[in-house]
């Protein structure tokens, strides 16, 4: 039996929360970071267990994910899914999450949706995941290993709708402070799509781009950064949230 720990997880979250999920099913397990363009899902099988950590971007998983998930072959295998978002709402994510392990092969014995800092107003949950979430999810990697360890491979059923909600385009892509960028070209190399031009970094195609803050995490001279009227508008539209304490929720 292998423990896969798989994660997208552009700034960090969902890597913290699939890591402790791991740890809760196995003291040993094999790490895949599916936030970058050349990983994709291993091939696993019979006895294996995935679990698989992706955050939530307007109610759905991101669309490299899903497009990994489309390509993976997990026949035999079981899975943990995990949703982890910004403290508005997970929508459909969940339940894409949970279908496309299905069709992969690697049906979801448990799942759980889980706060974390929003990434683009951090006052928002600011200090999740916390010790107590972790806590939570390694308790629910250790309950998964136990279904399985008693032949209790039942898929859990989640909330969320089909079809899923629509996924809206980049509003717009993060800008780029010509005096501060060194064109070291690490953002190039760390977005998870590709958007951005290795040869001139301040080129950042909105086809592409998802808005999901590697680049402006990584640049190393905070170069990056979303344009103000954006953030003018998420931040009004978000930070009441920040009063807010949400619980996470499983299924198992
Ligand atoms: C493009 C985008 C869309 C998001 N949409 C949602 C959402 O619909 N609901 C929510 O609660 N959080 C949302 N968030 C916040 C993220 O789900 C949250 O910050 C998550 O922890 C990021 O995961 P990561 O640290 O693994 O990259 C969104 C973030 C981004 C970048």
Redesign the pocket.
């Known amino acids: 039996m292998t423990v896969y720990c798989l994660?997208?997880?552009?700034?960090?979250?969902?890597?913290?929360?699939a890591q402790a999920a791991a740890g809760g099913v196995s003291r040993d397990f094999v790490e895949v970071n599916l936030?970058n363009r050349t990983e994709e899902f291993p091939a696993a099988g019979k006895g294996d267990i995935l679990v698989v950590?992706?955050?939530?971007?307007?109610?759905?998983i991101?669309s490299p994910l899903a497009q990994k998930l489309q390509r993976a072959r997990l026949d035999g295998a079981v899975s943990l899914a995990l949703?982890?978002?910004?403290?508005?709402?997970?929508?459909d994510?969940l339940i894409e999450l949970t279908d496309l392990l299905a069709a992969a092969g690697a049906p979801s014995i448990a799942a759980g949706a889980f706060?974390?800092?929003?990434?683009?107003v951090p006052e928002?949950?600011k200090d999740r995941p916390n010790a107590a979430d972790l806590a939570q999810l390694k308790a629910l990697g250790e309950r998964t290993r136990q279904k399985l360890e008693a032949g209790d491979v039942a898929a859990v059923t989640v909330p969320g709708n089909r079809p899923y909600r629509a996924a809206p385009p980049?509003a717009a892509v993060p800008v780029v402070d010509a005096s501060s960028c060194q064109k070291c070209g690490l953002c190039a190399f760390n977005c998870p799509t590709g958007a951005i031009n290795p040869k001139n970094p301040h080129e950042t195609d909105i086809a592409l781009c998802?808005?999901?803050?590697?680049c402006v995490n990584c640049c190393p001279e905070g170069a990056r950064s979303l344009p103000e009227k954006m953030l003018a508008l998420v931040t009004q539209k978000?930070s009441p949230?920040a009063a807010v304490t949400r619980e996470n929720e499983f299924f198992c």
């Open positions: 994660y997208f997880s552009p700034c960090g979250s969902s890597r913290a929360c936030t950590a992706a955050p939530v971007y307007s109610g759905r991101p949703v982890v978002y910004g403290n508005r709402a997970y929508e994510a706060i974390a800092r929003h990434v683009f928002v949950a980049a998802i808005d999901c803050m590697r978000l949230l």
